[in-house]
T-cell receptor, first 112, second 112 residues
Framework: SQQGEEDPQALSIQEGENATMNCSYK?????LQWYRQNSGRGLVHLIL?????REKHSGRLRVTLDTSKKSSSLLITASRAADTASYFC????????????FGSGTRLLVRP | NAGVTQTPKFQVLKTGQSMTLQCAQD?????MSWYRQDPGMGLRLIHY???????DQGEVPNGYNVSRSTTEDFPLRLLSAAPSQTSVYFC???????????FGPGTRLTVL
């Protein structure tokens, strides 16, 4: 089974609104990363948060990490139609396996 | 820099045929990996490598082989194609710290 599970599976919002996506995982992690995928394309790295960090910002993106709940959230503020894409979390496990495991993704639709 | 390149972009195979998906990167990255993505799903890790001569299994390795004879190349071999291997295959690379991963454009494989 996959390490990360995103919630919700799909999200539809109006341009200008904020979008929040959540990711839960099962085992202890070294870092957690968020990626974006436009339809039919490869994934693009957005932001990384390490296990000893609680919050990180990058432009309109804010990521939080709660290791006690094994969960993370990605907030996109002031969304734009161009933010329409699928968003995935990926976790690097704390063990020595060096496996970067992806979740099932959230499909975000931003309506103009 | 070309980044991560994958060939071919599209491939149709018959059940039982074998083939190799090519992946190359010119960023001198130690870490390389292969994922498959089924429709509406997240990415599942097939195999990965932390450096030349070192490979290991991911979540769904059955039916696939890899080798890493050079830092630049990480081919994925399908031994005897099955319809269940119909998917989009992504190759990715990154530094040894397994932080930001750079993805190729993908290979869309159909097995009849």
């Amino acid at each position: 089974s996959q390490q990360g599970e995103e919630d919700p599976q799909a999200l539809s919002i109006q341009e200008g609104e904020n979008a929040t996506m959540n990711c839960s995982y099962k085992t202890s992690i070294n870092n957690l990363q968020w990626y974006r995928q436009n339809s039919g394309r490869g994934l693009v790295h957005l932001i990384l948060i390490r296990s000893n960090e609680r919050e990180k910002h990058s432009g309109r993106l804010r990521v939080t990490l709660d290791t006690s709940k094994k969960s993370s959230s990605l907030l996109i503020t002031a969304s734009r139609a161009a933010d329409t894409a699928s968003y995935f979390c990926a976790t690097l496990r704390m063990d020595s396996s060096y496996k970067l495991i992806f979740g099932s993704g959230t499909r975000l639709l931003v309506r103009p | 820099n070309a980044g991560v390149t994958q060939t071919p972009k599209f491939q149709v195979l018959k059940t039982g045929q074998s083939m190799t998906l090519q992946c190359a990167q010119d960023m001198n990255h130690e870490y390389m990996s292969w994922y498959r993505q089924d429709p509406g799903m997240g990415l599942r890790l097939i195999h990965y490598s932390v450096g030349a001569g070192i490979t290991d299994q991911g979540e769904v390795p059955n039916g696939y082989n890899v080798s890493r004879s050079t830092t630049e190349d990480f081919p994925l071999r399908l031994l005897s194609a099955a319809p269940s291997q119909t998917s989009v295959y992504f190759c990715a690379s990154g530094k040894a710290e397994i932080n930001e991963q750079f993805f190729g454009p993908g290979t869309r494989l159909t097995v009849l």
